[in-house]
């Protein structure tokens, strides 16, 4: 694991910057941040892991909307700086807001649009997931 992580150029909060594509369509699905235990535990698990900035803890994707991402691929840019997921999205939802993709708003007419549809609304899929949890205990 040490070459995994050595070859990374982390930020001065031990963050790296990682871009998440859909593995079929190259598609960004999202940008998070990863510190050295998400990024070990991503290689580790085979799902993805990230750091939250505002929360400062580690968490999987999907941990608690079910939408894991698989990770079939991890590549790391020239500089060391950033790194790219190519990941298969369960249930086709990446974005918290239930849409595929975090980048669903386009700058048209000189202002932010929302372009793509909601797949599933926010609230539906926490409290689902939560319930489906619960029933699974």
């Excluded at 699905?29 to 990230?50: D, I």
């Excluded at 590549?75 to 700086?81: M, V």
């Amino acid at each position: 694991m040490n070459t995994l992580l050595n070859a990374v150029k982390w930020d001065e909060h031990g963050l790296v910057c990682a871009v998440v594509q859909d593995r079929h369509t190259l598609r960004v699905l999202m940008v998070a941040w990863m510190n050295a235990q998400a990024l070990h535990q991503t290689v580790t698990t085979g799902f993805a892991h990230y750091y939250s900035r505002s929360r400062q803890q580690q968490w999987m994707k999907g941990e608690q909307s079910g939408h894991k991402q698989k990770v079939y691929e991890l590549r790391l840019d020239c500089d060391g700086d950033a790194v790219v997921l190519l990941v298969e999205q369960c249930g086709g939802i990446a974005c918290h807001t239930g849409h595929a993709s975090c980048f669903f708003r386009l700058y048209q007419n000189g202002s932010w649009q929302s372009v793509e549809p909601v797949i599933k609304a926010e609230n539906e899929i926490y409290i689902r997931f939560a319930q489906e949890q619960t029933h699974d205990d």
